[in-house]
């Protein structure tokens, strides 16, 4: 089967054997009613046959898969397998005309032409068959005309010109990089997957530009062209350290939180062995900077880490007092998440949903309930680990970052107490009066774009 599609006419011509062998699922493909299928094939390949109404691949197909990955039942099965691509010879050097310039050796983009003496000849210029890509370079830039090249593919060299692709127009069929005879000179962008042409390696043999089926691939300026491939070429080089330093990033985080764990339960156990009413703390630098090094392999300043760190919850608790609680119920009544149970006349028990809201510590006349939270802060120049009992209701600011939000709405329906709302112009709404600072939104948002501050 031949599949050399003419850009204007999308009629085959011959370039090399392909074999596509297809299984239509018809029994999925009759649950389809847009057909996406139809309208993806670039040369009009799948078609719907009248006469019993089944989704068919005509012989002209090349197999580039765009239908395949166009159905959303998975109904369409290809096995495509193709001959390889078709190469041009190895340009052969008359040594008779070669005066050993030097300029074939120049031009040689892969370092596979050298000059030999063997002192039969005279010097003359020799190409390694094995490394040699057959790009033409050697040929176009002969002064003696001493190189023979193109025998099987077109010869066809315009003059200041070079072949690009138009990515708007490409449709990622990868045709082209299945037949340029080039090797190095068609390469895929690691950023948007579509194919680049490198000008220092294209033959200019035309091959991509007949195959391709949208009739992307064009001549342009030389100038242009290399512009082009160097701007895809650069954000493929940042696309790959972004990558780099997005995974040596994530890594270091997850260290930090280890780091931010082992600090926060060695605070917390000296925490537990000492009497105090509502409010202690301490001073974590010099911990958090040993750690740190220790962990990373590298040192943080302490100033910028207060910046990353800010305020950070670690942990929260309540508990119940048997020998106080009299089962009374007037934590229960105020339960905003109903979290409490009460089993009369034995002390309530309070549940997983709980929230940490402190509306039952306040309530409570007989001191039977106590809560905490353990959490990190930064002061000035220093970090601390801190426990703040709770003995009222907690209070504090709400605050909403509209440059993180992606109004996900997670935060709305996470909510105990409806005190969020998602706006129709997808804005994140905050109502005060209903908003109990059990900092729930603060812990599940995604983005970090939810803070509560300014605890009382």
Same mark, same amino acid.
């Given at each position: ?116 003496? $063997? ?7 020799? &190409? ?16 003696? $005309? ?29 045709? *082209? ?19 680049? &042409? ?19 691939? =064009? ?23 972004? #990558? ?71 942990? =929260? ?39 940490? *809201? ?8 007989? $001191?039977?309930?106590?809560?905490? $939270? #353990?959490?990190?802060?930064?002061? #000035? ?23 993180? *939000? ?8 996470? *909510? ?27 812990? &599940? ?12």
């Amino acid at each position: 089967m031949s599949v050399m599609i003419d850009s204007f006419t999308k009629t085959p011509r011959p370039l090399r054997h392909v074999d596509v062998d297809f299984v239509i699922d018809q029994t999925k493909c009759a649950d389809c009613k847009d057909k996406p299928c139809l309208e993806s094939c670039p040369i009009d390949a799948v078609y719907l046959d009248e006469s019993d109404g089944l989704i068919k691949l005509k012989s002209t197909c090349f197999g580039c898969v765009l239908c395949r990955n166009a159905c959303p039942y998975d109904a369409i099965s290809l096995d495509v397998k193709m001959d390889p691509p078709l190469k041009e010879n190895v340009p052969n050097i008359n040594t008779k005309l070669c005066k050993a310039c030097g300029a074939c050796v120049q031009a040689c983009k892969n370092g596979s032409i050298h000059i030999v003496a $063997d002192g039969k000849h005279e010097p003359h210029s020799e &190409i390694d068959k094995d490394t040699c890509v057959r790009c033409g370079y050697c040929f176009r830039v002969c002064p003696t $005309d001493a190189i023979k090249y193109g025998e099987l593919l077109p010869k066809t060299v315009k003059g200041g010109k070079a072949v690009v692709i138009n990515q708007p127009k490409c449709i990622g069929c990868m045709t *082209c990089t299945r037949v340029c005879p080039s090797m190095g000179a068609i390469n895929v962008g690691r950023t948007n997957k579509l194919p680049y &042409i490198n000008p220092g390696y294209c033959a200019r043999c035309e091959e991509c530009m007949h195959s391709c089926p949208s009739g992307a691939i =064009r001549y342009s300026s030389r100038k242009k062209a290399y512009k082009m491939y160097s701007e895809i070429k650069s954000y493929d080089i940042v696309s790959s350290i972004i #990558d780099y330093d997005v995974k040596k990033l994530s890594l270091d985080l997850i260290s930090l939180n280890k780091v931010l764990q082992k600090v926060g339960n060695a605070i917390a156990l000296e925490f537990n062995d000492q009497n105090f009413e509502h409010f202690i703390e301490c001073k974590v630098n010099d911990m958090m900077e040993r750690e740190l090094k220790i962990s990373l392999n590298t040192s943080i300043e302490i100033d910028k880490f207060t910046k990353l760190v800010g305020s950070y919850l670690m942990d =929260r608790n309540i508990e119940v007092y048997d020998k106080k609680c009299i089962a009374c119920g007037e934590c229960y009544n105020v339960c905003p998440v109903n979290a409490i149970e009460q089993n009369g006349p034995n002390p309530i028990a309070i549940n997983d949903n709980c929230v940490y *809201c402190g509306k039952c510590v306040e309530v409570c006349q007989f $001191d039977a309930i106590g809560a905490y $939270d #353990d959490y990190f802060y930064s002061k #000035d120049q220093d970090l601390y680990y801190a426990r703040s009992f709770l003995y009222k209701q907690r209070l504090g600011d709400f605050s909403l970052s509209e440059d993180k *939000c992606q109004a996900c709405a997670i935060c709305v329906k996470n *909510c105990p107490v409806d005190a969020l709302v998602l706006t129709e112009d997808d804005k994140i709404e905050f109502d005060s009066e209903k908003c109990i600072y059990c900092r729930n939104c603060e812990a &599940i948002c995604p983005l970090d774009a939810i803070r509560i501050v300014n605890f009382r």
